[in-house]
């Protein structure tokens, strides 16, 4: 099924907003003071986080390619697998989301923001924090440097798996194998004085492709949503990590203009000396992950 421009928008936006609304819905849970998850431990963040790309995938894979992550978006440009054309418009639907769904977040836990006395805990339901970070030049220094390294890892991680799970599963390999059918079956055919027209060979193969790769492809978006959950467990410890600038970006400007009156006392800043990281990092990894991956298997 051909979906329009603007469903596709749509879904991007809302694919984003459950990523949030699952994810750092989990993280709030367990950082915030007085939920009934609090302290559950990181176990939880990484379920949260798994199952919210792993729905959206689910969900939305065929209708926008459920991209929910400017940096996979632009990956794909870059590397002549997507319109540039309408990068600009996935990025701001990405975005967009990324702030409803943590409005959304907000909304379910203020009584709970407003009891909580750590802000680093407040700003991490938001957005990534550096574990090295203590507020001197220092240290900011060497959160910057290792949370580039860590977002880039993951990120390149999750983007090269991320096409490999979706353009090299077992369905891809089936549909070699149904077109093999086929042309044997026309041969066969045409030797036997038989004569089968050119729409019946692609309507057949189009048929058996289908058949073949609709569950393959439902397995490799519960495999994505199983690589998340093991970078966040694997690779989350030092800041997050964010892996999507969407994801860190727009919760991060919410944080920063909501008051205190809704957040609590202990706000605190929104520590945009660090914001760059988790934008900059992702895109890098990206555009390399998908040139990589063409470059290879493409």
Same mark, same amino acid.
């Given at each position: 099924?051909?979906?329009?421009?603007?469903?596709?928008?749509?879904?991007?936006?809302?694919?984003?907003?459950?990523?949030?609304?699952?994810?750092?819905?989990?993280?709030?849970?367990?950082?915030?003071?007085?939920?009934?998850?609090?302290?559950?431990?990181?176990?939880?963040?990484?379920?949260?986080?798994?199952?919210?790309?792993?729905?959206?995938?689910?969900?939305? %894979?065929?209708?926008? %390619?459920?991209?929910?992550?400017?940096? *996979?978006?632009?990956?794909?440009?870059?590397?002549?697998?997507?319109?540039? %054309?309408?990068?600009?418009?996935?990025? $701001?639907?990405?975005?967009?989301?990324?702030? *409803?769904?943590?409005?959304?977040?907000?909304?379910?836990?203020?009584?709970?923001?407003?009891?909580?006395?750590?802000?680093?805990?407040?700003?991490?339901?938001?957005?990534?924090?550096?574990?090295?970070?203590?507020?001197?030049?220092?240290?900011?220094?060497?959160?910057?440097?290792?949370?580039?390294?860590?977002?880039?890892?993951?990120?390149?991680?999750?983007?090269?798996?991320?096409?490999? #799970?979706?353009?090299? =599963? *077992?369905?891809?390999? #089936?549909?070699?194998?149904?077109?093999?059918?086929?042309?044997?079956?026309?041969?066969?055919?045409?030797?036997?004085?038989?004569? $089968?027209?050119?729409?019946?060979?692609?309507?057949?193969? =189009?048929?058996?492709?289908?058949?073949?790769?609709?569950?393959?492809?439902?397995?490799?978006?519960?495999?994505?949503?199983?690589?998340?959950?093991? #970078?966040?467990?694997?690779?989350?410890?030092?800041?997050?990590?964010?892996?999507?600038?969407?994801?860190?970006?727009?919760?991060?400007?919410?944080?920063?203009?909501?008051?205190?009156?809704?957040?609590?006392?202990?706000?605190?800043?929104?520590?945009?000396?660090?914001?760059?990281?988790?934008?900059?990092?992702?895109?890098?990894?990206?555009?390399?992950?998908?040139?990589?991956?063409?470059?290879?298997?493409?």
């Amino acid at each position: 099924m051909d979906f329009t421009w603007a469903v596709k928008y749509a879904t991007e936006f809302l694919g984003t907003a459950i990523l949030i609304i699952l994810g750092n819905g989990a993280v709030a849970n367990v950082e915030l003071k007085g939920t009934k998850g609090h302290q559950s431990g990181w176990l939880v963040i990484a379920v949260g986080y798994g199952m919210g790309v792993m729905i959206p995938a689910l969900m939305f %894979g065929n209708v926008s %390619g459920n991209h929910i992550n400017p940096a *996979f978006t632009l990956g794909l440009a870059v590397s002549g697998l997507f319109e540039w %054309g309408q990068v600009p418009f996935y990025i $701001i639907a990405q975005v967009l989301g990324a702030i *409803f769904g943590q409005a959304l977040v907000v909304a379910t836990h203020r009584p709970y923001y407003l009891q909580t006395e750590n802000p680093n805990n407040i700003l991490g339901s938001f957005s990534t924090i550096s574990s090295l970070d203590h507020g001197t030049k220092e240290s900011r220094y060497a959160a910057t440097v290792n949370g580039f390294i860590n977002e880039f890892v993951g990120s390149f991680v999750l983007f090269f798996a991320a096409l490999g #799970l979706t353009k090299l =599963h *077992f369905g891809a390999e #089936l549909k070699a194998v149904a077109e093999s059918t086929v042309q044997q079956q026309v041969q066969q055919a045409t030797l036997a004085g038989q004569k $089968i027209a050119e729409s019946d060979v692609k309507n057949a193969i =189009h048929n058996i492709f289908a058949q073949s790769t609709n569950g393959s492809s439902a397995v490799a978006h519960l495999a994505l949503g199983f690589l998340v959950m093991a #970078l966040v467990t694997s690779l989350g410890g030092p800041s997050g990590p964010g892996l999507n600038p969407a994801r860190d970006f727009g919760p991060r400007l919410l944080h920063a203009v909501l008051p205190k009156s809704i957040l609590g006392q202990h706000k605190g800043d929104s520590k945009w000396w660090y914001a760059w990281v988790p934008v900059v990092a992702p895109i890098a990894a990206a555009i390399a992950a998908v040139a990589l991956f063409k470059l290879l298997y493409l």
